[in-house]
């Protein structure tokens, strides 16, 4: 490569790169929302599709038994089994979906003051490092930025981003998101943060507080971000010195995030803006 | 017959779609297979750092609207690291059959860096040292297991789509 072929393609990186970082600016100043928007609206059906084709596959290795089972089968058996298969997965499927809904439905009974609103999972983020999901509803069945999501387990996350019909969803497993709670038993509260081996850690527990192994987690409501007395995990065990001001509890989510495929969105639910609050005369 | 700008968006768009819907419940002790990345390498590698970095930036953008992150976020990651890898191109190494596992594994690593970085610049809180240990790195590793295998189809997208008077 001679160096002006070498001085070209410098150039040609520096282009793309100012144009990144324009994107990244022109996000920053909300302008692209007409953009995800239109983009959110293509996609999501799409993504919907995909994610209920494969809904049943979990890992790996499940996928690659199923394969073979059905392969073997296949060969055995020939048509009138496949058909029958195919058939038993169907009502496998109406089964876990079935179980799925009368969960929620049990949830809603429970709760006759939530409004809720069913919503399929159909996206997870890609890039690895963050904990977001992407559901199926968005601002046109009134959803919002920053209503709590949750399944009839627990606490899921919040809404931070919507389009017309799908939704983005920052999990409290995330290491920036936090959750103000209390210990069911002792009252104490503390504050929930995301790690990012998907546990969760509560900091901020006055060192006089009984903390133990097996208590409850659940929402405090301070703050006005979440309802109260939604279940958040159950603690695992204690870390707590003597040189340190506070103690903290790992915590093991309620919800198995790994197999999220439907959630509910608590739409009666309204955050409390309190900068805007601050802000008002 | 080079392949056009409008022709790699459908392409790149569906691998991040796969990536989003699909790759995300396929894990492995963790790990999790950052497709777009392998091919974005891959084609940096085949057609050198012009052609790489338009598919890094298309790539990267595709992966941003399906991403809660900021939009260019990935865009510039990608981008930059499509350069990187095109690097590779210029070494002697290039021949060995294992040389895009190989860079697939560095390539990882520098791309979830740069984006940590990126995103820790943006005031988002990260672990770093959970987050390159237990997410970085056995994706690096997922992704060199798996390259030899996108890079094939990469390879005879390549050849099928070479201009005429560079076949030999």
């Not at chain 1, 009502?91 to 399929?120: G, M, T, Y």
């Not at chain 1, 997870?124 to 046109?140: M, Q, V």
């Not at chain 1, 790690?195 to 208590?215: A, F, H, N």
């Not at chain 1, 989510?253 to 309190?274: A, K, N, Q």
Request: proline share 4%; charged share 15%.
């Amino acid at each position: 490569m001679t160096r002006m072929q070498r001085g070209g393609t410098l150039l040609f990186l520096l282009l793309f790169v100012s144009l990144a970082v324009v994107t990244l600016v022109l996000d920053r100043a909300n302008r692209l929302q007409p953009a995800k928007d239109l983009v959110a609206q293509v996609t999501a059906p799409i993504q919907g599709v995909l994610a209920a084709a494969t809904r049943r596959v979990t890992d790996l290795r499940e996928f690659f038994i199923d394969v073979e089972e059905c392969r073997a089968k296949n060969e055995d058996l020939q048509l009138l089994v496949d058909q029958l298969i195919i058939e038993n997965v169907r009502l496998r499927e109406a089964e876990i979906e079935n179980v799925n809904l009368r969960a929620q439905l049990n949830f809603k009974q429970a709760n006759p003051s939530f409004k809720l609103l069913s919503a399929q999972v159909i996206g997870r983020d890609p890039s690895n490092l963050a904990g977001y999901l992407i559901i199926d509803r968005g601002r046109e069945e009134g959803v919002a930025v920053g209503m709590p999501v949750l399944t009839d387990r627990g606490l899921v996350g919040r809404v931070t981003e919507t389009a017309p019909h799908s939704s983005k969803i920052l999990l409290i497993t995330d290491p920036s998101s936090s959750v103000n709670a209390l210990i069911q038993e002792s009252r104490a509260t503390g504050v929930v943060q995301g790690s990012v081996v998907q546990g969760l850690v509560m900091r901020y527990i006055q060192q006089t507080e009984e903390v133990k192994p097996g208590d409850l987690v659940l929402t405090s409501g301070l703050g006005g971000n979440f309802p109260t007395r939604l279940i958040v995990g159950q603690v695992t065990s204690v870390v707590k010195k003597d040189v340190e001001l506070f103690q903290q509890a790992q915590i093991r989510p309620s919800v198995d995030f790994g197999r999220l495929e439907m959630v509910m969105v608590l739409t009666s639910f309204h955050p409390i803006d309190s900068e805007a609050e601050q802000q008002a005369p | 017959m080079l392949i056009k700008t409008y022709a790699v968006i459908p392409l790149l768009a569906s691998v991040a779609l796969v990536q989003s819907s699909l790759l995300f419940r396929f894990s492995l002790w963790g790990a999790r297979l950052h497709l777009m990345l392998l091919v974005v390498v891959s084609w940096s590698l085949l057609r050198g750092a012009r052609e790489g970095i338009v598919w890094g930036f298309l790539g990267g953008l595709a992966l941003d609207f399906l991403s809660g992150l900021p939009l260019g976020v990935c865009t510039l990651t990608l981008t930059i690291t499509a350069y990187m890898a095109s690097l590779g191109q210029l070494t002697v190494y290039r021949t060995s059959p294992l040389f895009p596992a190989g860079l697939a594994l560095a390539s990882s690593i520098f791309h979830d860096g740069l984006l940590m970085l990126l995103l820790s610049l943006a005031g988002y809180a990260l672990a770093w040292a959970d987050l390159l240990l237990r997410v970085a790195l056995p994706s690096a590793l997922l992704g060199a297991l798996m390259m030899p295998l996108v890079y094939r189809v990469l390879l005879r997208l390549h050849l099928r789509t070479l201009p005429e008077d560079l076949k030999l």
